[in-house]
């Protein structure tokens, strides 16, 4: 039984197999440095469904001018360590990212070399400007974390993600916590037993997408 406000389990390790237990589960875990490992499972949930994602009008506007390049799994290392960076206080478009420890990274590039954790990048010329990065199991992506060091940079690569999600026929992103900033994008609360069903349905760890991933012609930008 979890906690109100999410809180499920205290200790273990990062192993790759307790992290994708845990996910297939509903839970993730999230903690700051020197504390021990926390497990959460949060209720309700947020959730995009990627078929009903909104894209503003200023964003269009950005994605129809191509000011950015985005690649999949081109440089998860640098994402992960973007997110870890404290963040502006007015940067809308992610949360301060110092629960992201030495140690979480470790575990992440891990699963990521394993072919389950997966880096959205944006590039302005030759430069990392924003990203995100999360797990994928069956048709669902559990987003982590994402950064901008330019406007609107994080938010054009998790477009340019859903779209390409849409094409694998993904049907749910995992949003863990709502935020104003996700709900922008389309994010809804649910209960923890629809996200359950959700995740008994379609968060089976089949091998279809694992493996490093690499955009369509007609969905992305570095195919």
């Known amino acids: ?34 504390d021990p490992i926390l497990w959460w499972s949060p209720a309700p949930r947020a959730v995009i469904f990627p078929k009903e994602l909104k894209i503003s009008k200023s964003l269009s506007k950005t994605l129809r001018k191509k000011i950015y390049r985005v690649t999949l799994d081109k440089a998860f290392d640098e994402v ?23 140690e979480m990274k470790q575990a992440y590039s891990e699963l990521h070399r394993a072919g389950f954790a997966h880096s959205v990048e944006a ?24 950064f901008a060091r330019r406007s609107d940079a994080s938010k054009v690569a998790f477009a340019t993600l859903v779209g390409q999600l849409i094409n694998w026929e993904f049907q749910l992103i995992d949003c863990q916590i709502a935020s104003g900033h996700l709900s922008r994008f389309g ?21 279809t997408h694992r493996g490093q991933w690499q955009f369509d ?4 930008e570095d195919a």
């Open 187 to 207: 994010a809804i609360d649910i209960s923890r037993e629809q996200f359950m069903d959700y995740l008994n349905r379609y968060a089976e760890p089949i091998e």
């Open 123 to 146: 590039w302005f010329e030759d430069e990392l400007v924003g990203g995100l990065y999360g797990i994928s199991m069956g048709k669902v992506f559990f987003g982590e974390s994402m």
């Open 80 to 102: 992960i360590e973007g997110c870890s960076q404290p963040r502006p206080t007015d940067d809308a478009e992610a949360e301060p990212g110092t629960w992201i420890t030495d």
């Open 217 to 220: 012609k007609d969905a992305g």
């Open 1 to 34: 039984m979890s906690e109100p406000n999410g809180l499920l389990a205290v200790g273990g390790d990062l192993s790759p197999n307790r992290i994708l237990n845990a996910y297939r589960n509903g839970i993730f875990p999230w903690f700051s440095e020197g």
